[in-house]
């Protein structure tokens, strides 16, 4: 179990998405949710996302995984860094239920690092919040203020960016965390062999949004309005201001009718950028399946990353899973909501469902997805 030492509602007022912080002793008696040799094995298989960075004297160097072995690194001048641990390591899901006082919409995985002294990435700037959670070892970080940064080098491309003088220069150990909001350029440098877990939090960008919409559109044939006018300008090559603002304002009538954008709005945030560990079964299991299951004593459990999201308002009915619908019509509101926040359904719960054919249905469907299991 892993509880947080400081007033989460306090730091969602004064410092989400506002400003950085280092909150020191975040953790008691913090304990690694996973040893380096355990990542290092992640970092072999070929589903996971994984990748090296070196430090060089002119820069960094990016391997990317799997990898088969680690010797040639040597013993410093290197990090490894895993992506979606939460997915494909279960024991790690309870350091992320710590940050749940924030949504799971906005939750985009675990990143676990192993480093070794002098290992770093380089300064950089994130789209995105993180949360930095110090394991084993020690590493120091410095984090820049806000404003117009340059690319290093002037490399366009580059997802770093000059050195910058910084507003925090900290030494981070066991059980501290730093908060890093969007746009503050940051840099690590390791101390000692280190492991660190960078929590992140993303929200759609503009472009997302757009093509998603684009996309369901088109899928489900709609969005076929026309512009119309009744006042033409005479002058041949001119489009009026009025016009202009007209062709716009059919995007927002799309945007503001929750037929248009709904559906379209759960699938999006509840997709996952990293692969999930499905494991559905061979022979899709039967309703009486579930409940001769469930009389043996079975809960069920939702594998590691998937979302499972309800948007208020929502007449349709729906869950959205994994960018998929689900159906839950007929289903109470309470219970629906319970599927929706909870990663782990009893079997006091289950076999007050079974009672109910459509719930016996629904979990036979999340279980033949593979997105929800068996466990004792």
């Given at each position: 179990?892993?509880?947080?030492n400081f007033d989460t509602a306090d730091f969602t007022r004064e410092?989400?998405?506002?400003?950085?912080?280092?909150?020191?002793?975040?953790?008691?008696?913090?304990?690694?949710?996973?040893?380096?040799?355990?990542?290092?094995?992640?970092?072999?298989?070929?589903?996971?996302?994984?990748?090296?960075?070196?430090?060089?004297?002119?820069?960094?160097?990016?391997?990317?995984?799997?990898?088969?072995?680690?010797?040639?690194?040597?013993?410093?001048?290197?990090?490894?860094?895993?992506?979606?641990?939460?997915?494909?390591?279960?024991?790690?899901?309870?350091?992320?239920?710590?940050?749940?006082?924030?949504?799971?919409?906005?939750?985009?995985?675990?990143?676990?690092?192993?480093?070794?002294?002098?290992?770093?990435?380089?300064?950089?700037?994130?789209?995105?919040?993180?949360?930095i959670i110090q394991g084993e070892g020690k590493r120091r970080w410095q984090v820049?203020?806000?404003?117009?940064?340059?690319?290093?080098?002037?490399?366009?491309?580059?997802?770093?960016?000059?050195?910058?003088?910084?507003?925090?220069?900290?030494?981070?150990?066991?059980?501290?965390?730093?908060?890093?909001?969007?746009?503050?350029?940051?840099?690590?440098?390791?101390?000692?062999?280190?492991?660190?877990?960078?929590?992140?939090?993303?929200?759609?960008?503009?472009?997302?949004?757009?093509?998603?919409?684009?996309?369901?559109?088109?899928?489900?044939?709609?969005?076929?309005?026309?512009?119309?006018?009744?006042?033409?300008?005479?002058?041949?090559?001119?489009?009026?201001?009025?016009?202009?603002?007209?062709?716009?304002?059919?995007?927002?009538?799309?945007?503001?009718?929750?037929?248009?954008?709904?559906?379209?709005?759960?699938?999006?945030?509840?997709?996952?950028?990293?692969?999930?560990?499905?494991?559905?079964?061979?022979?899709?299991?039967?309703?009486?399946?579930?409940?001769?299951?469930?009389?043996?004593?079975?809960?069920?459990?939702?594998?590691?990353?998937?979302?499972?999201?309800?948007?208020?308002?929502?007449?349709?009915?729906?869950?959205?899973?994994?960018?998929?619908?689900?159906?839950?019509?007929?289903?109470?509101?309470?219970?629906?909501?319970?599927?929706?926040?909870?990663?782990?359904?009893?079997?006091?719960?289950?076999?007050?469902?079974?009672?109910?054919?459509?719930?016996?249905?629904?979990?036979?469907?999340?279980?033949?997805?593979?997105?929800?299991?068996?466990?004792?």
């Amino acid at each position: 179990m892993y509880t947080l030492n400081f007033d989460t509602a306090d730091f969602t007022r004064e410092y989400w998405q506002k400003k950085p912080i280092v909150i020191k002793n975040a953790f008691n008696d913090f304990e690694d949710p996973i040893s380096a040799d355990e990542l290092a094995g992640l970092a072999m298989e070929e589903d996971i996302s994984s990748r090296i960075v070196q430090t060089q004297a002119q820069g960094w160097n990016v391997v990317q995984g799997p990898f088969e072995d680690y010797d040639e690194y040597g013993e410093d001048g290197w990090q490894l860094l895993v992506q979606a641990v939460n997915h494909w390591y279960p024991e790690s899901q309870p350091l992320v239920e710590a940050f749940r006082f924030l949504p799971d919409w906005r939750f985009d995985d675990l990143m676990v690092s192993f480093a070794t002294p002098k290992g770093g990435v380089g300064p950089h700037i994130d789209n995105y919040d993180v949360f930095i959670i110090q394991g084993e070892g020690k590493r120091r970080w410095q984090v820049g203020n806000i404003g117009n940064h340059q690319q290093r080098g002037g490399d366009k491309n580059s997802p770093l960016v000059d050195d910058f003088e910084p507003i925090i220069d900290v030494v981070l150990t066991k059980g501290d965390v730093l908060y890093i909001p969007p746009g503050y350029p940051h840099c690590g440098e390791t101390l000692t062999l280190a492991l660190s877990y960078s929590i992140g939090f993303r929200a759609p960008s503009q472009q997302e949004l757009l093509t998603e919409m684009a996309d369901s559109l088109i899928d489900n044939n709609l969005g076929k309005q026309r512009f119309t006018s009744t006042e033409e300008v005479a002058n041949k090559g001119f489009v009026s201001e009025q016009q202009q603002q007209g062709m716009m304002n059919l995007l927002t009538q799309l945007a503001q009718d929750p037929n248009q954008y709904q559906t379209m709005l759960g699938k999006l945030l509840s997709q996952n950028r990293f692969e999930l560990d499905l494991n559905p079964f061979e022979q899709p299991i039967s309703a009486n399946d579930v409940i001769e299951a469930i009389e043996d004593g079975a809960s069920i459990q939702r594998i590691g990353g998937l979302k499972v999201l309800k948007l208020e308002a929502d007449k349709q009915a729906q869950l959205y899973i994994n960018g998929e619908v689900v159906t839950v019509a007929g289903i109470d509101a309470d219970i629906v909501a319970i599927i929706a926040n909870e990663h782990f359904i009893d079997q006091d719960s289950l076999l007050k469902w079974s009672q109910q054919p459509a719930l016996v249905k629904l979990v036979a469907q999340l279980i033949n997805q593979g997105w929800f299991y068996f466990s004792e």
